[in-house]
């Protein structure tokens, strides 16, 4: 149990720093959005049912959610619950791949202020470094917890 907690501690922290760094690019609104809907997706499509207004917190908050819930999925090793990440992270790839373009007009477009100034080129690449080093992360414990997981008394 303490594994899971400390997992997802890990996730809540790994979604702040991405959160932090994607609200830095956003500029104020003259930026891009891309890296934090990518840091939360698909948690930003809950502004598709809530009040437009809340899509700031949604997409703040969304990213440490969504990545401790997948840290706590990522140590689960019975059955069916097992299969809970990797349906998680494919919710979340596809997203990427699928969702952003078509909301925000392609990738192009999206990212032409990822890399306008020096400042906006450092951000970008610590955001990319943590974000892959996140995904390694994760799917590493997931990997790890295949067979010396959590038992089942613990859930």
């Not at 594994?3 to 690019?25: D, E, H, N, Q, T």
């Not at 437009?52 to 440490?64: D, V």
């Not at 202020?113 to 892959?132: K, M, N």
């Amino acid at each position: 149990m303490k594994k899971a907690i400390l997992i997802s501690i890990g996730g809540i922290v790994y979604g702040v720093v991405l959160s932090v760094l994607s609200f830095m690019l956003t500029g104020a609104g003259h930026g891009t959005y891309v890296l934090i809907l990518v840091s939360s997706v698909p948690v930003f499509l809950l502004n598709a049912i809530l009040p437009e207004n809340l899509l700031f917190i949604i997409l703040f908050f969304g990213s440490p959610i969504l990545w401790a819930v997948a840290g706590l999925f990522s140590v689960w090793r019975s059955g069916r619950r097992r299969l809970v990440f990797p349906v998680v992270m494919a919710a979340h790839y596809s997203g990427i791949i699928l969702l952003i373009p078509e909301f925000y007009g392609g990738w192009r477009q999206s990212t032409s202020h990822l890399w306008g100034s020096r400042d906006e080129q450092i951000y970008t690449l610590l955001w990319f470094a943590l974000y892959v080093s996140g995904q390694i992360a994760l799917w590493v414990v997931y990997r790890a917890n295949k067979h010396t997981g959590m038992n089942k008394k613990y859930l």
